[in-house]
């Protein structure tokens, strides 16, 4: 009797490992855009689209220290080679990105290319 039971649990935990996985992010692509950070926002623009700029490793914190140290300013407006992943509203279990959820998509950074 706890065969069949056993056996029905495996297969549903097979079945529901296999639907969380095809929500993966497609493969990192290099990207040329323009980033813009400043005290409220940080977006990648790229292919006339307008981004949430997500940086969840913190791969541009040393640059964008870097960059406001330069300018002497707290906005960075900048064009940039990006390396990273879109996702969609869908993809974030259908919540939008940044303040609000004010953005459909996002580009989650892997490194700057």
């Keep these: 009797m706890k065969t069949p039971?056993?056996?029905?649990?495996?297969l549903l935990t097979a079945c529901h490992t296999a639907s969380a996985h095809a929500d993966v992010?497609?493969?990192a692509v290099d990207m040329n855009g323009t980033v813009q950070?400043?005290?409220e926002q940080a977006e990648f623009s790229y292919q006339g689209?307008?981004?949430?700029?997500?940086?969840?490793r913190g791969v541009l914190?040393?640059?964008i220290k870097q960059q406001r140290a330069a300018r002497k300013a707290f906005f960075i407006k900048q064009n940039v080679c990006l390396n990273g992943t879109i996702?969609?509203?869908?993809?974030?279990?259908?919540?939008?990105?940044?303040?609000?959820g004010r953005?459909?998509?996002a580009v989650v950074v892997r490194k700057m290319c």
């Design 49 to 56: 689209q307008t981004y949430y700029l997500d940086d969840e």
């Design 5 to 10: 039971i056993l056996a029905f649990l495996l």
């Design 87 to 100: 996702r969609t509203r869908a993809q974030n279990n259908p919540h939008g990105f940044g303040a609000l």
């Design 103 to 105: 953005y459909e998509r």
């Design 61 to 63: 914190n040393e640059w």
């Design 25 to 27: 992010p497609n493969l």
């Design 37 to 39: 950070i400043s005290f």
